[in-house]
């Protein structure tokens, strides 16, 4: 089965700390993993698919494998960051039809002055 | 190009009663998937449609059922309306070997 975890509901950081979302997973074989993001009276957006390796508004995600994680940064929080995060999965892209996503419960991030 | 398209915004059902929503995909997609996001969790996958056929299925009962139309929107029915299945359902379309979603603004679906 496979299942995504996000430890914290809510993150409170001042404006230029560093921020972290945790996330870990749990599946066996080669998954995809995404970032998306939601900001306040909009829809869910992909932030960050990990095969992109890019960096989207400073933040950055890397797939650790041994740790089954894919936890979320960025160096300085800045105001407009504040939102909720969710982490998903799905199984690899080469598989096929694009397949559904396995959502964790996701983390707001509230970055304050 | 509008993207995901849902309709409606907001519905209101009672007990037992029927529902549709559709859902129309973002330009040059051919896939679409339904998810259930109740209050304070993460989107939970119902269905996907690819090909006018149901594709995979997430643990939803037979309640829920979809249909997808040749030119690619979608619409979720739910019969026999629960409590339970008050919450925000989204619809996701995507190119089928992407693998990358993009999400509709969702329908509110309160049952009373």
């Known amino acids: 089965a496979q299942r995504v975890t996000q430890p914290e509901k809510l993150l409170s950081v001042f404006k230029g700390a560093p921020v972290e979302l945790k996330c870990n997973y749990s599946?066996?074989?080669?998954?995809?993993l995404f970032w998306y993001v939601q900001y306040s009276r909009q829809r869910l957006q992909l932030l960050l698919r990990?095969?992109s390796r890019e960096s989207i508004k400073g933040f950055t995600a890397d797939l650790n494998k041994g740790e089954t994680s894919f936890h979320l940064k960025k160096p300085f929080a800045q105001e407009e960051d504040s939102a909720m995060y969710y982490c998903?999965?799905?199984?690899?892209?080469?598989?096929?039809?694009?397949?559904?996503?396995?959502f964790g419960t996701g983390t707001r991030l509230q970055v304050t002055l | 190009d509008a993207g995901v398209t849902q309709s409606p915004t907001h519905l209101i059902k009672t007990r037992g009663q029927q529902v549709t929503l559709r859902c129309s995909p973002k330009s040059g997609h051919d896939t679409v998937s339904w998810y259930q996001q109740a209050l304070g969790q993460g989107p939970q996958f119902i269905f996907q449609?690819?090909?006018?056929?149901?594709?995979q299925r997430g643990n939803f009962p037979d309640r829920f059922s979809g249909h997808q139309f040749p030119n690619y929107s979608s619409e979720l029915n739910v019969n026999a309306l629960l409590l339970g299945d008050s919450a925000l359902y989204l619809c996701?379309?995507?190119?089928?070997?992407?693998?990358?979603?993009?999400f509709g603004p969702g329908t509110r679906l309160t049952v009373t």
């Open positions: 599946y066996s074989g080669s998954p995809e």
């Open positions: 449609y690819y090909e006018e056929e149901e594709r």
């Open positions: 998903a999965l799905s199984r690899g892209v080469n598989t096929g039809t694009a397949s559904k996503l396995t």
């Open positions: 996701a379309s995507s190119f089928h070997r992407r693998g990358e979603q993009y």
């Open positions: 990990h095969i």
